[in-house]
């Protein structure tokens, strides 16, 4: 599961939620966008830093999409299961 821990109003999170929407529908892996601004831990843990993609719960990157990365990191979870 990919989460893109977004805000509204943020370009680069548009751009985020874009690309990794794209990234899992060609690899059928299921994602999801979570506000930070709804949750006050997530404000304070993300805030400053989005987009903020997490796999799994665990933060994967920031800032931007690694495409590459990113595939290869759900690809590497597909393979495990």
Known sequence: MVTVMSRQGCHNCEVAEAEVARICADLGVEWSVSDVDSNQE????????????????????????????????????????
């Open 42 to 81: 997530w404000r304070a843990e993300y805030g400053d830093r989005v987009p903020v993609i997490l796999v799994d719960d665990v933060e994967h990157g920031y800032w931007q999409v690694e495409e590459d990365r990113l595939r290869a990191a759900l690809t590497a979870r597909q393979s495990a299961r």
